[in-house]
Structures are given as C-alpha cells and as structure tokens.
C-alpha cells in the first residue's frame, strides 16, 4: 500500500495504526491526519526513538498492510 492510499483512508486505518503504536492517543492521531511526517514525528515524540528508527517502524508496517 502507497502513502496516498493510506492517507486518504486514514479515518479507517487509526484502529490499526493504534494497535501498532498503542501509546498514540486519539488527539494524536487526530493531529497526524495521515501524514507520515506527522506520525513519524509522535512515534519519536511518545516511544523516545532516534527519527531513523521511527520512520524504518512506519515502513515495517507499510509493507506489511
């Protein structure tokens, strides 16, 4: 799946992104609106994680939708 799908279907995609990253809250994933940049940016921001591993966790789960 390609970043515009999954931005454009982000209303039906926050349960699964939520069971993925279970410390995003509801106002963060208000607030990312599917914007990788966004996400990866919580992901740093709630985990305490470097930006390279962010963004390699929100590959991981691309590939595997």
Same mark, same amino acid.
Request: proline share 0%; hydrophobic share 30%.
């Given at each position: 799946?390609?970043?515009?799908? $999954? !931005?454009?279907?982000?209303? #039906?995609?926050? @349960?699964? %992104?939520? #069971?993925?990253?279970? /410390?995003? &809250?509801?106002?963060?994933? &208000? &607030? $990312? /609106?599917? =914007?990788? *940049? !966004?996400? +990866?940016?919580? $992901? #740093? !921001?709630?985990? @305490? %994680?470097?930006?390279? !591993?962010? /963004?390699? #966790? +929100?590959?991981?789960? *691309? =590939?595997?939708?």
């Amino acid at each position: 799946m390609n970043w515009d799908r $999954i !931005e454009g279907n982000w209303k #039906q995609l926050r @349960g699964k %992104v939520q #069971q993925q990253w279970g /410390e995003l &809250t509801d106002d963060d994933l &208000t &607030t $990312i /609106e599917g =914007r990788r *940049v !966004e996400l +990866v940016g919580k $992901i #740093q !921001e709630r985990y @305490g %994680v470097a930006k390279d !591993e962010a /963004e390699k #966790q +929100v590959d991981s789960w *691309v =590939r595997n939708m």
